[in-house]
């Protein structure tokens, strides 16, 4: 993971996790303390992947290791995706490829999301690969994603081009991919202009219902 603070107080935080930027407990926990940064030395926070793919989800390394690691992975992930649908400054995520599982649900709880055009997925696998929806991820999906797809995307595991995924909730729009790093930085200054209190107030007045069903399930399930 790289941690980059750009000029106009913009802090870029860059998965970079191997060649599938797989979420790791690692990742996730040096994610968390670079957002925590960011609250104190940035205006707005910009997410990156790789060019080809933004993530494919959780390590299924891991998971292959045993069910305790493969638990504590996945609540350390869920905590991250709290930490971010509730942080104060504008989020605006670059997907500039595959995004696959958990990858998608980092997308579902930015501010905002570019992804690019070309012969990428999105997809939500659970039910494909046989793995349960905890609580934080029903939430988020039910919240984000078109209600007219729920049956498709997130129970028969469709796989949706950046073009669909925007029409859908997973992406906000798809421009040409060698764009969406200048367009999603535009976006985010465009946001970060915005009155920061009341931007920060808004955002959390909208999403209390969701942040508090997801930190009532993340201390329930702990």
């Known amino acids: 993971m790289k941690y980059e603070l750009l000029e106009n107080g913009i802090a870029k935080i860059s998965l970079d996790n191997g060649k599938a930027n797989a979420v790791s407990f690692d990742l996730a926990q040096e994610f968390m303390v670079n957002l925590d940064r960011a609250k104190i030395e940035s205006r707005g926070v910009l997410i990156c992947g790789h060019v ?13 290791t045993g069910p305790e690691a493969a638990q504590k992975m996945v609540s350390k992930g869920m905590l991250l995706l709290e930490q971010i649908y509730s942080h104060p400054h504008p989020v605006v995520a670059a997907c500039e490829g595959h995004a696959i599982g958990m990858g998608v649900f980092l997308l579902l709880v930015s501010d ?30 039910k919240t984000h994603v078109d209600p007219l797809h729920h049956s498709r995307a997130i129970i028969q595991s469709h796989g949706y081009s950046p073009l669909e995924a925007a029409k859908i909730g997973m992406l906000d729009e798809a421009v040409e991919s060698g764009l969406v790093q200048e367009k999603a930085l535009a976006k985010l200054m465009e946001l970060c202009d915005l009155p920061s209190g009341r931007y920060e107030e808004n955002k959390l007045f909208v999403r209390a219902e969701e942040i508090q069903a997801i930190y009532g399930s993340l201390h329930a399930d702990n």
């Open 112 to 141: 905002y999301r570019i992804g690019a055009l070309g012969e990428f997925v999105l997809k939500l696998p659970e039910t494909a690969i046989d793995m349960p929806f905890n609580s934080t991820l029903r939430i988020l999906a």
């Open 52 to 64: 080809g793919i933004f993530s494919a989800g959780f390590d299924l390394k891991v998971m292959a």
